[in-house]
């Protein structure tokens, strides 16, 4: 029996498990650079968390989600997405009594049952930011810029911010209503489930895949010609901070997010070298989340991001990532008695938290040296019985080829940081 991954997962080997790394690192750097810190929370919530959040109608809950009962019957979900389970520690833990705004982050998997595809898992993995606690429209700009600093870091280039307001459930009420007007005379027209989107959410209209309802969206009235004062300008105070920040954008009214729970600001990051599954995150604001699910009414503004479609786009802008980590010192020991003599220096080495490499099953000089190039170590340490007998060492800096001898315990202050 030769078993085999689960369909719509993947392993992260060891060779791209350095890449990973090294995103997940930038992402931490980035968000600390504007005080968030991180949240982790279980793989697994109570499946009405997301029942409630997400709707019961909505695909996700319907058609995508994980679920299991565990032994006592209790009804549970993979999580689908890190939202709700966020704002479910936040209420647990009472975060809202702090008085402060939490300012957080996540990395983690997320499972759907989708049909895979490229740049698409059924396990997949997310990076994303929530703040909660304020309805200042500056935090809206803010969240934005971080997702735009840490592509920025990463180095991708060809980057494209387009932002909406989905406004507010008083704002809705009217906008319900013209886009029943328009869509009226072509009910017949839309598939299934938009003949019920039609009489309950009209708003998801506007997110059917279906490409025979997806023609009507293009004149489909636009939200943001029926926002309440409030909600205008709210907007357009997001919109001159992301221009005093710096943060280029287009206004797309297209941009709705699929869950329930959004208000206000609505935005996408989109990457064009990725073809037609252009977007790389997402986010918006969520003010009627937070009670929703129990708390008490707080606003918030969070995004989410893919590592997979991240990665994706990294390769086809062209930008190299590392690899491999490279050892800072390589051991070369010759003779019985030095590769045991090696061994001390380096336990001190790897204390000191420097990482050195050892290939016992190497033994000529030869092959040692040459383990050491390819390796990409910046420095050989070199033990053969002469030095073994002077009490020395040679340290070989293998960018220079320059050697000094000097006593085992100088080796760690002659290493460059
Ligand atoms: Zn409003
Ligand atoms: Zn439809």
Redesign the pocket.
Request: charged share 25%; aromatic share 10%.
């Given at each position: 029996m030769m078993y085999k991954i689960p369909r719509g997962t993947f392993d992260i080997l060891p060779a791209d498990s350095v890449k990973w790394q090294y995103v997940k690192d930038i992402f931490r750097k980035v968000a600390a650079s504007f005080g968030y810190s991180e949240i982790t929370t279980p793989i697994f919530e109570m499946a009405e968390l997301f029942e409630r959040s997400s709707g019961e109608n909505s695909d996700v809950v319907q058609k995508e989600m994980y679920r299991f009962s565990d032994q006592k019957g209790r009804n549970f979900a993979l999580r689908p997405e890190g939202t709700a389970p966020v704002v479910r520690s936040y209420v647990e833990n009472h975060m809202d009594k702090s008085g402060a705004r939490s300012k957080l982050f996540y990395m983690g998997p997320m499972f759907r049952y989708d049909r895979p595809q490229a740049g698409r898992y059924r396990q997949f993995y997310q990076y994303g930011i929530e703040l909660i606690g304020s309805n200042h429209p500056y935090f809206d700009a803010e969240v934005i810029a971080i997702e735009m600093n840490f592509l920025k870091a990463l180095g991708l280039k060809e980057l494209r911010l387009e932002i909406n307001s989905v406004?507010?459930?008083?704002?809705?009420k009217d906008y319900d209503e013209a886009l029943r007007e328009y869509y009226r005379p072509h009910l017949n027209d839309l598939c299934p489930d938009c003949q019920k989107r039609y009489q309950q959410k009209p708003r998801r209209l506007l997110d059917c895949k279906v490409p025979s309802c997806k023609v009507f969206r293009k004149a489909a009235p636009s939200q943001l010609d029926y926002?309440?004062?409030?909600?205008?300008l709210?907007f357009a105070e997001v919109l001159k901070y992301l221009d005093t920040m710096g943060i280029a954008y287009k206004v797309n009214p297209a941009i709705v997010r699929g869950l329930d729970y959004y208000?206000?600001t609505a935005f996408e990051v989109i990457v064009d070298a990725l073809g037609a599954q252009n977007s790389i995150a997402g986010g918006g604001r969520y003010n009627a989340l937070i009670a929703e699910i129990g708390g008490k009414d707080t606003p918030a503004i969070g995004f989410a991001g893919g590592f997979e479609r991240l990665l994706l786009a990294l390769e086809k802008e062209g930008v190299t990532l590392p690899e491999t980590v490279r050892p800072k010192v390589y051991a070369v020991a010759i003779g019985e008695e030095a590769r045991r003599a090696i061994l001390p220096i380096l336990q001190t080495l790897r204390e000191a938290g420097f990482y050195a490499e050892y290939n016992p099953e190497k033994t000529s000089f030869k092959a040692q040296m040459k383990a050491a190039d390819t390796s990409g170590a910046d420095y050989a340490i070199i033990l053969g019985e002469d030095e073994l007998a002077q009490g020395k060492l040679i340290l070989k800096n293998l960018r220079d080829s320059v050697q000094i001898s000097l006593d085992p315990a100088e080796v760690l202050h002659n290493l460059s940081q």
């Amino acid at each position: 029996m030769m078993y085999k991954i689960p369909r719509g997962t993947f392993d992260i080997l060891p060779a791209d498990s350095v890449k990973w790394q090294y995103v997940k690192d930038i992402f931490r750097k980035v968000a600390a650079s504007f005080g968030y810190s991180e949240i982790t929370t279980p793989i697994f919530e109570m499946a009405e968390l997301f029942e409630r959040s997400s709707g019961e109608n909505s695909d996700v809950v319907q058609k995508e989600m994980y679920r299991f009962s565990d032994q006592k019957g209790r009804n549970f979900a993979l999580r689908p997405e890190g939202t709700a389970p966020v704002v479910r520690s936040y209420v647990e833990n009472h975060m809202d009594k702090s008085g402060a705004r939490s300012k957080l982050f996540y990395m983690g998997p997320m499972f759907r049952y989708d049909r895979p595809q490229a740049g698409r898992y059924r396990q997949f993995y997310q990076y994303g930011i929530e703040l909660i606690g304020s309805n200042h429209p500056y935090f809206d700009a803010e969240v934005i810029a971080i997702e735009m600093n840490f592509l920025k870091a990463l180095g991708l280039k060809e980057l494209r911010l387009e932002i909406n307001s989905v406004g507010c459930a008083n704002c809705a009420k009217d906008y319900d209503e013209a886009l029943r007007e328009y869509y009226r005379p072509h009910l017949n027209d839309l598939c299934p489930d938009c003949q019920k989107r039609y009489q309950q959410k009209p708003r998801r209209l506007l997110d059917c895949k279906v490409p025979s309802c997806k023609v009507f969206r293009k004149a489909a009235p636009s939200q943001l010609d029926y926002l309440d004062e409030d909600c205008r300008l709210h907007f357009a105070e997001v919109l001159k901070y992301l221009d005093t920040m710096g943060i280029a954008y287009k206004v797309n009214p297209a941009i709705v997010r699929g869950l329930d729970y959004y208000t206000n600001t609505a935005f996408e990051v989109i990457v064009d070298a990725l073809g037609a599954q252009n977007s790389i995150a997402g986010g918006g604001r969520y003010n009627a989340l937070i009670a929703e699910i129990g708390g008490k009414d707080t606003p918030a503004i969070g995004f989410a991001g893919g590592f997979e479609r991240l990665l994706l786009a990294l390769e086809k802008e062209g930008v190299t990532l590392p690899e491999t980590v490279r050892p800072k010192v390589y051991a070369v020991a010759i003779g019985e008695e030095a590769r045991r003599a090696i061994l001390p220096i380096l336990q001190t080495l790897r204390e000191a938290g420097f990482y050195a490499e050892y290939n016992p099953e190497k033994t000529s000089f030869k092959a040692q040296m040459k383990a050491a190039d390819t390796s990409g170590a910046d420095y050989a340490i070199i033990l053969g019985e002469d030095e073994l007998a002077q009490g020395k060492l040679i340290l070989k800096n293998l960018r220079d080829s320059v050697q000094i001898s000097l006593d085992p315990a100088e080796v760690l202050h002659n290493l460059s940081q």
